[in-house]
């Protein structure tokens, strides 16, 4: 199970891979001609393959939730909203406050929403554009974010040249 950049349809794909071998002949889970992965949750529900149960039972074992893209991506949704949320009662909440405040009260409103403290360096640049209006330092860190996306998308597709 996991995921990568597929070149046949030139997006990530996530799932579980399955062995090219013949013990594969009678499950219904198959991979169609561009995937090279099957829906984790399709793999789960359907694959009668030799091992499979002996997986599915590992994974329950572990405590690991076998979820699809879709829920993966609503749970993203919903972080992000409830982060958008924590900042802008924040910024309500800011006028006449001090920094040290305007940094209380942004955690505080992360805590109702059961958010994780951001780092030290993302805490500050929240603060700052919650205090002065200045956009730049939040700005600079997300910059950051996807010139090192940049850079593993550049080093992905190094590898897929080279043919490895």
């Known amino acids: 199970m996991g995921g990568g950049f597929n070149p046949?349809?030139?997006?990530?794909?996530?799932?579980?891979?399955?062995?090219?071998?013949?013990?594969?002949?009678?499950?219904?889970?198959?991979?169609?001609?561009?995937?090279?992965?099957?829906?984790?949750?399709?793999?789960?529900s359907s694959c009668t393959c030799p091992g499979a149960q002996q997986e599915r039972q590992r994974l329950a074992e572990a405590g690991i939730e076998i979820r699809d893209f879709a829920d993966i991506r609503?749970?993203?949704?919903?972080?992000?909203?409830?982060?958008?949320?924590?900042?802008?009662?924040?910024?309500?909440?800011?006028?006449?406050?001090?920094?040290?405040e305007i940094r209380d009260i942004y955690l505080a409103e992360r805590s109702v929403r059961d958010l994780n403290v951001p780092s030290d360096r993302v805490l500050e640049a929240v603060v700052e554009r919650v205090a002065t209006g200045n956009p730049i330092p939040a700005a600079k860190?997300?910059?950051?974010?996807?010139?090192?996306?940049?850079?593993?998308?550049?080093?992905?597709?190094?590898?897929?040249?080279?043919?490895?």
């Open 8 to 44: 046949r349809r030139l997006r990530p794909e996530f799932g579980a891979g399955l062995c090219p071998c013949e013990c594969h002949v009678s499950c219904p889970v198959i991979l169609t001609a561009k995937r090279l992965t099957v829906p984790i949750k399709t793999w789960d």
């Open 74 to 100: 609503e749970d993203a949704r919903r972080l992000s909203r409830a982060r958008r949320e924590a900042y802008e009662a924040a910024r309500a909440r800011a006028a006449g406050k001090t920094r040290d």
């Open 141 to 164: 860190i997300a910059g950051e974010g996807l010139v090192r996306m940049g850079k593993a998308l550049h080093g992905i597709s190094k590898l897929f040249g080279q043919g490895q």
